[in-house]
């Protein structure tokens, strides 16, 4: 069976400081990576994807993800966290066709 | 271009009502998924449809769920004699088919959902 875990449902970093988000796996195949963005009373948005190919993943809006097949990893990173990115952010693994989904990490920007 | 639709956003009923979800996916999707968010977690998988086919409907909790997709486009979960742990958001996604020995990686795109609250 395929599962993501997500280490801490809340962190708090201060704008312009890094942003790291911790999501590590577990299958028994080559995996298939996401993270998703919710923003409050909105649905799910990709941030980006890991599919086999480049192991350093970029995304949208400054994010980028590393997979890491030796630690079982699937790290988020961003450089300079902005107000903007305060939101929920879930870690999955596709299993089959559907999506299995972490906690979610709920992230806060402080000024 | 419209994205995947939900209605109602929000839906109060009271325990033992029977309720009706709906889902309008992007034009053109032949995937369609329902998920189940608990308050504070991360959404649970319930049910998929291929065009108007159920898949796999290995998630819905009980036989009080219900979905279906009769004609492939609009999709309806719904829950009968509903109770407090029924309470929840209701996520629906649409994607691409996923197509045999192909990489599964068709992005899954979510709607706004429904936030069901049941008294």
């Known amino acids: 069976a395929q599962s993501v875990t997500q280490l801490g449902s809340h962190v708090s970093v201060s704008e312009g400081a890094l942003v790291l988000l911790r999501c590590n796996y577990s299958s028994s195949v080559p995996p298939y990576l996401f993270w998703y963005v919710q923003y409050p009373n909105q649905g799910l948005q990709l941030l980006l994807k890991?599919?086999?190919?480049?192991?350093l993943v970029k995304g949208i809006n400054g994010f980028e993800a590393e997979f890491k097949k030796s630690e079982t990893s699937f790290h988020l990173t961003k450089p300079s966290a902005h107000m903007s990115d305060a939101a929920e952010y879930f870690c999955?693994?596709?299993?089959?066709?559907?999506?299995?989904f972490g906690q979610g990490t709920e992230l806060s920007v402080k000024p | 271009g419209a994205g995947v639709s939900q209605s109602p956003r929000y839906k109060v009923a009271k325990r033992g009502q029977d309720v009706a979800l709906r889902c309008d996916p992007i034009?053109?999707?032949?995937?369609l998924f329902w998920y189940q968010q608990a308050l504070g977690q991360g959404p649970e998988f319930l049910t998929y449809?291929?065009?108007?086919?159920?898949?796999?409907k290995s998630g819905l909790p009980s036989d009080r769920f219900f979905a279906e997709r009769p004609e492939g486009s609009v999709s309806t979960l719904k829950i009968q004699r509903t109770q407090q742990e029924d309470s929840a958001v209701y996520l629906c996604?649409?994607?691409?088919?996923?197509?045999?020995?192909?990489?599964?990686?068709?992005?899954?795109?979510f709607g706004p959902g429904t936030r069901l609250l049941v008294l």
């Open positions: 449809f291929q065009n108007e086919a159920q898949l796999d």
């Open positions: 034009s053109g999707h032949v995937s």
């Open positions: 996604a649409s994607s691409l088919p996923l197509v045999a020995g192909s990489n599964p990686t068709e992005d899954q795109y």
């Open positions: 890991y599919t086999s190919a480049a192991t």
């Open positions: 999955a693994v596709r299993g089959g066709g559907k999506l299995i």
